[in-house]
């Protein structure tokens, strides 16, 4: 079992920057890579970006390469999510999740999400 928790949300402004965090406890270990995603009210859970875990190789939607960047603290065991010259279309609920199957798609654990909100 991998337990995953997200912190660092909140209201902000259009143009701020903010961090947030996941950080993960339990089997570790057997973590392959680590996402974010995000789901605004009424609308989809989408993929923001991925981190593997060995190797801190990490890709991003298209849509927001540039702004988001993903990284890691190994000694914590935590991944961060940089996200600069926030929109109000930012404003969403941000999950991380681990993926520890590659033998199946997806992910297996998810965090309980912490909120976004960026005013115009």
């Known amino acids: 079992q991998v337990q995953l928790v997200e912190s660092g949300g909140g209201l902000v402004q259009t143009g701020d920057s903010l961090r947030l965090s996941c950080a993960a406890s339990?089997?570790?270990?057997?973590?392959?890579?680590m996402g974010w995603f995000r789901q605004a009210p009424g609308k989809e859970r989408t993929f923001v970006g991925r981190l593997v875990w060995r190797d801190q190789y990490t890709y991003y939607a298209d849509s927001l390469k540039g702004r988001f960047t993903i990284s890691r603290d190994n000694a914590k065991n935590t991944i961060y999510l940089q996200m600069n010259s926030l929109k109000p279309e930012d404003t969403a609920s941000y999950y991380c999740?681990?993926?520890?199957?590659?033998?199946?798609?997806?992910?297996?654990?998810w965090g309980q999400g912490t909120q976004v909100t960026v005013s115009s």
């Open positions: 999740a681990a993926d520890v199957d590659l033998a199946t798609a997806g992910y297996e654990y």
């Open positions: 339990g089997l570790t270990n057997s973590i392959y890579a």
